[in-house]
């Protein structure tokens, strides 16, 4: 049974840091991307970065530059290092799994991701 498992949300200003993490159990797929979706209230689902099996990796415009994501294939664990954060990036945060090839792929199509975390919330504000 996979189970992705995110932490590491919170409310912090403007400007500030978050690190989130995404324990990852019982995904077996060779070839896979992973990816952080956010949520905000009353808007879609949007991908701000993925990264695959071959840690090629993708970001959207809204965030390049300041978020980074890494994974640790001994741990099991997705990262995303936010930093300069901004009100805008509020939202809920999902880790989610899939068997894609491609990062800008995963990224682009959530609905097509096989497995979803739970979510983990970040309020940022000004």
């Known amino acids: 049974q996979v189970q992705l498992v995110e932490s590491g949300g919170g409310s912090v200003q403007a400007g500030g840091s978050l690190r989130l993490s995404c324990a990852a159990s019982?995904?077996?797929?060779?070839?896979?991307?992973m990816g952080w979706f956010r949520q905000a209230p009353g808007k879609e689902r949007e991908g701000v970065a993925a990264?695959?099996?071959?840690?090629?990796?993708s970001y959207s415009d809204s965030v390049r530059g300041r978020f980074t994501i890494s994974q640790d294939k001994v741990k099991n664990t997705l990262y995303l290092q936010m930093n300069s954060l901004k009100p805008e990036d509020t939202g809920m945060y999902y880790c989610?799994?899939?068997?894609?090839?491609?990062?800008?792929?995963?990224?682009?199509?959530?609905?097509?991701?096989?497995?979803w975390g739970k979510g983990t919330p970040v309020t940022i504000s000004s």
């Open positions: 989610a799994a899939g068997r894609y090839s491609s990062p800008v792929a995963a990224r682009r199509h959530p609905g097509a991701m096989d497995y």
């Open positions: 019982g995904y077996t797929y060779r070839n896979y991307c």
């Open positions: 990264i695959c099996s071959d840690d090629s990796f």
